[in-house]
């Protein structure tokens, strides 16, 4: 199972990297779009500062395309080998599953990137 202390656990649910006690963004749901990027400066519960440095949310970009290849891969596969649909077929549902997917592969990818930086720690958990 997915429990606190997981990465798996802060990367799916977009908790604080350190602590995992607090959501890292504005608004949890991702479809806000006005607000899918809009990040707290720091933890509240652990004061880790998410933004280590001047635009060190770029790097995601890297991540974004590894995670976006993967659902494209997902979609084709649902579409092309389960469902045996057309190539066409095949490649709208990629381009759809890759348009409306876009907020929650924005926020996987970033935190996925804050994960390779920081750890899980116990001890700011328990503050
Ligand atoms: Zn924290």
Known sequence: MIRKGMKLYSILF????????????VNKNPYAITQVMKMHDHCS?????YQMEPSFFYG??????GVGIAFAVAAFITSYVIF??????????IVLTLVLLFPV??????????NIF??????????
């Open 60 to 65: 995601s970009m890297y991540v974004s395309y």
């Open 84 to 93: 045996e649909s057309s190539i066409t077929t095949a490649f709208i549902s």
């Open 14 to 25: 977009g908790v604080c990297p350190k602590c995992h006690q607090e959501s890292m963004y």
């Open 118 to 127: 920081m750890s899980y720690d116990k001890s700011l958990a328990k503050k």
């Open 45 to 49: 519960h652990c004061k880790t500062k």
């Open 105 to 114: 592969i924005m926020r996987l990818s970033r935190n996925i990137w804050i």
